[in-house]
């Protein structure tokens, strides 16, 4: 069978289990301990890494743990209060003091000032390289580094890496490989396949899925998941909270559904905004105009709905187009059912001039209407 048809299948299923009398969905258990009968069953519970404590083990967010594990092809996953909390317990677990990080220059912003800026408190280095340049990821590795860090696509440029090649590079230099597979969700990429150690999400955005809950995760081996499991996790204890597990488990239900649709939006938006004459360069891994779209069609099966368009340099005649769009509300994130925007921007080498980049995110909504919203709103801010 078709692996995205199985993946939708296996979302809509939980785990039947008789304690929860048949519930097609399994309960809230908001319940921060557990009790036991006698000291005997509890010290196995402990020792099997049963129900003892919400902080170490809950059966909600073990369900939604279970899940994620299976779509992304790995053997355990653990589930954290947000993606940075996902993202900081993973990196506490591979490096020690001494250690140095390569990490792609294009990573998620507050991943990167935690390793090039606030890690360097306790004697760990990093270096940020362009991810698209094999060449100079490996220049990077050095007798020290003990982990590759990487995030494709990028999520305001949607750079990629070649990760087959990135797992191949790691474990010839004996080192980790970690990604953030955010924008891509379990369902468009799966790289625990292509060789890599330990996958990161923000679960904040499309797996969850309607802006209305926090979560991240981590998926590995169970050896990987293990070597944090009794450290992170429970010592710096930003786990997920069982109600917000059930949040997140009611989005991963729809996630291939949304996804499909958030792809048809994104593609048809990404090529609207092509056609344009005004708009200079628009960044969306879809498009067969994308310098990796090759790369992207090889590890990638979808794109969802998040991309971006540089249209000159005045950057208040883009805040002028931004303010006048409705169905597109201002805001950062993205993953939700509501289409958003937000202006950053990039550093143009070599002058280090910084370019306005406006990133669109397309929702649920009819993308006739998205459209129709951007065009308007270029037309009233003087585009053409
Ligand atoms: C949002 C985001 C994160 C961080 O997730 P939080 O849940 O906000 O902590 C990490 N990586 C990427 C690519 C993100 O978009």
Redesign the pocket.
Same mark, same amino acid.
């Given at each position: 069978m078709n692996d995205r048809r199985r993946q939708h299948s296996l979302v809509t299923h939980d785990q039947h289990d008789d304690r929860h009398y048949g519930a097609v969905h399994v309960p809230v258990y908001d319940s921060s301990l557990f009790t036991f009968p006698s000291v005997a069953k509890m010290e196995k519970a402990e020792a099997d890494g049963g129900y003892v404590y919400t902080r170490g083990n809950n059966p909600t967010v073990h369900e939604l743990e279970r899940k994620l594990a299976m779509l992304e092809g790995g053997e355990r996953a653990r589930c954290f209060a $947000?993606?940075?909390?996902?993202?900081s317990a993973a990196l506490l677990s591979i490096v020690r003091t001494g250690d140095h990080i390569v990490c792609v220059n294009q990573?998620?912003g507050?991943?990167r000032k935690l390793m090039g800026n606030y890690m360097r408190r306790f004697g760990v280095e990093a270096d940020f390289v362009d991810g698209s340049d094999l060449t100079a990821i490996e220049a990077a590795i050095g007798l020290k580094t003990k982990l590759l860090y990487l995030?494709s696509p990028?999520?305001l440029l949607f750079e990629l890496q070649d990760l087959r090649a990135c797992a191949e590079l790691a474990r010839r230099h004996g080192i980790r490989t970690l990604i953030?597979n955010?924008?891509a969700t379990p369902y468009y990429q799966n790289p625990l396949n292509l060789g890599i150690d330990l996958v990161?999400?923000?679960? $904040?955005?499309y797996v969850g899925g309607h802006s209305d809950a926090?979560?991240?995760v981590v998926i590995g081996s169970a050896e990987r998941i293990g070597e944090f499991d009794r450290n992170e996790l429970i010592l710096l204890g930003s786990v997920m909270q069982p109600q917000t597990a059930a949040l997140i488990s009611r989005g991963l239900r729809t996630l291939p559904l949304r996804m499909e649709r958030h792809q048809i939006g994104g593609k048809a938006v990404a090529e609207y905004l092509e056609s344009l004459p005004f708009v200079e360069r628009v960044r969306y891994p879809g498009l067969p105009s994308h310098p990796q779209h090759e790369l992207a069609k090889v590890q990638m099966t979808g794109f969802g709905g998040l991309l971006s368009f540089e249209a000159g340099l005045d950057k208040e005649k883009l805040v002028r187009f931004i303010e006048w769009l409705t169905y597109f509300r201002i805001g950062f994130?993205?993953?939700g059912y509501e289409s958003l925007v937000s202006i950053q921007e990039r550093s143009a080498d070599p002058h280090n001039h910084s370019v306005p980049v406006v990133r669109l995110y397309v929702g649920l909504e009819e993308p006739e209407d998205l459209i129709s919203d951007l065009d308007e709103a270029f037309r009233a801010a003087g585009f053409n």
């Open positions: $947000t993606g940075m909390g996902a993202v990573a998620y507050p991943a995030e990028s999520s953030d955010t924008w990161v999400h923000s679960l $904040t955005k926090m979560g991240g994130s993205w993953g």
